[in-house]
């Protein structure tokens, strides 16, 4: 019994310990540019000194995506305030941040281009899907 209780007592510090250092994530304001881009703010809370991925998008009024990336944002402090400028196949009516963490490996919906989209090339530090 002591040792079933130990384990469970274990079991949940790591739980809530892996649970606080998760990274949060809030879109604060997005502002359609022009035709092509799209300017997103966004703040985070994650571990000190983590490098973290962002997935954005921007879609247009049909919900289809006309923006994708995946942001690298440097290690630093650990609430961070972040601005980027999507670029857009065509104008996007809203922005999104799907997710962000500490890998590339996120957990977010896959881009969604209408058939025949020209994926647009993002700047530095964001990088566009590439789909085959």
């Not at 502002?31 to 997935?55: F, G, H, L």
């Not at 969604?112 to 994926?119: D, H, L, M, T, V």
Request: charged residues 15%; contains cysteine.
């Amino acid at each position: 019994m002591a040792i079933s209780t130990v384990l469970i007592a274990a079991a949940a510090s790591a739980y809530f310990t892996h649970r606080a250092q998760a990274t949060t994530f809030s879109l604060t304001t997005f502002v359609v540019a022009s035709d092509t881009s799209i300017d997103m703010k966004w703040q985070i809370a994650r571990p000190e000194n983590q490098t973290t991925y962002c997935v954005i998008r921007a879609q247009n009024d049909q919900r289809s995506d006309v923006g994708y990336a995946t942001v690298t944002i440097a290690a630093g402090s650990a609430v961070t305030d972040f601005s980027y400028t999507l670029r857009t196949e065509s104008k996007a009516v809203l922005a999104e941040v799907l997710g962000c963490g500490a890998s590339t490996q996120l957990r977010v919906p896959t881009p969604n281009f209408p058939p025949g989209a020209k994926i647009p090339a993002q700047d530095s530090p964001g990088v566009a899907p590439n789909i085959q």
